[in-house]
């Protein structure tokens, strides 16, 4: 992370380069991180619910975490400090998502697309009138789907045993 900041077509970087680099100065462990502002995760976003935050999904729920929300303030660096270890997905409030990966940049997007049409289908349910999380013994019963997959848990690598201890 010393090295200068690739900018394409002489650029220079993004204002938003610094939360970036500390993010991965602080998870060592992440590969790559995507930022974008879908419009579904844009608008939960700006809508401040924290109901990403609870499980509605498989997949998300063991590839991603809980999506945790970043405050809005500048700069975001110090606000990514607090939440960084806790999940791979982030809503940043009335700005947009993050999600991070252990893996690869197209890992970390197809986890942002995954993100963004779990949040377009939580909010049908929304519209029909009962967005309704996965009961905790399901939730314990995804510990079993990362065990078998040899998946890593989401957030930071030993910080958490068990997926239910993301969801409380
Ligand atoms: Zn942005």
């Known amino acids: 992370m010393e090295k200068p900041v690739y900018a394409p077509e002489g650029k220079k970087p993004t204002g938003e380069t610094p939360f970036h680099v500390r993010i991965m100065r602080k998870r060592p462990d992440i590969k790559a991180i995507v930022h974008a502002h879908p419009p579904i995760l ?3 976003s700006i809508a401040g619910s924290g109901l990403l935050q609870k499980p509605f999904l498989p ?13 809005y303030d ?7 400090d607090r939440v960084i270890d806790l999940s791979d997905g982030f809503l940043m409030e009335n700005h947009g998502a993050l999600f991070c ?3 690869s940049i197209t890992d970390a997007v197809e986890r942002l697309q995954m993100t963004e049409c779990m949040a377009h289908s939580i909010l ?8 309704k999380p996965i009961a905790d013994k399901y939730v314990k019963e995804i510990d079993e789907v990362i065990k ?3 998946l ?10 068990s997926i239910s201890m993301m969801y409380h």
Do not use: D, Y
């Open 42 to 44: 844009t608008g939960f």
């Open 59 to 71: 997949e998300p729920i063991l590839e991603v975490g809980p999506i945790m929300s970043v405050a």
């Open 74 to 80: 500048t700069p975001l660096s110090e606000q990514f």
């Open 101 to 103: 990966s252990p893996f």
């Open 124 to 131: 049908v349910a929304s519209l029909l009138g009962n967005a």
């Open 148 to 150: 078998i997959r040899n």
């Open 152 to 161: 890593p848990m989401p957030g930071k690598p030993g910080l958490f045993s």
